[in-house]
Each structure stands twice: as C-alpha cells, then as structure tokens.
C-alpha cells in the first residue's frame, strides 16, 4: 500500500510532528527565565529546519533576530532581557541562536539584549492580534 500526500498535508503531518520536537529547540536557551509563564524559544541556523522555525515562528508572536551591521552575519549566544511597563522583568534567558521566539500578552515592552558587554534597547507594543519582528544589529569590531 503506497500513502500520497498533497503538500499542504504533508507540511500539517511535519509541523504537527516537529510541534513535539519544539521543545528540543527551546532547550538551546538558558533557563534564566524570570516568569516560567513567558512561552519562549531559541533557533539556530544549519541546526534547524526551515519547517520547524516556521513552526515555531507561528507559535508565538514576538520575533527576535541577531545579527552583524553591514554583513547580516547572525549571531548567537546573545543575552535577552524584556521588561514590561512599567520596568518589571518578566524575561531573562540566553538565545542559543539568531532567532529568538516569544508570546507576550498585550502591553508595552522594553527588550534589551546583550552581546559581548554591548546592551541594545528596543521599545515595542504588543497588540492584541497580529505578531512582531524586531531586528538587533550590533556594528563589527
């Protein structure tokens, strides 16, 4: 007995599968986590499939991306720090990798993240609906 599957129900089957498996990217992440209740995750190029991001991409609704100025060069291993108005932190982990994957409430936030002693500050709002993509870029030394 042979099985077909279109694609679209082929990439369900995947992202169901690699739903289980997102845990294993989380773990990429330092349990340095101010509120466990704050659903984060971290992943990495070559290590991760394109399907499995996408998946985790829609599993949360905040989107942080590390990388070089000029080159685009991604970036690892960068301190992650998110406070909520007015100044509580409610999130401090390491991203393993250049994409770092968070679902926050509603609300006005302040991201900082780290990376060799250099702190960049973003501001955002979160709104009820819809997600974000924020971009971190630090100059070359």
Known sequence: MKLRFDLPTLLVVVGLLLVGRAGAVGSAVA???ASPAVSHASARIGDDDPVEV???RREHNLQ???A???SGEYLADVRVA???SPGEKILGAVSGG???FVSLPPGRYRIDAELNGKTLTRS???PAKGRRDLYFYWDSE
């Open 64 to 66: 942080l991306v590390f």
């Open 68 to 70: 070089l100025k000029g």
């Open 98 to 100: 250049p994409f770092f």
């Open 82 to 84: 998110i406070y909520q």
């Open 31 to 33: 349990p340095e986590a």
């Open 124 to 126: 955002l709002t979160m």
């Open 54 to 56: 996408e998946v985790l």
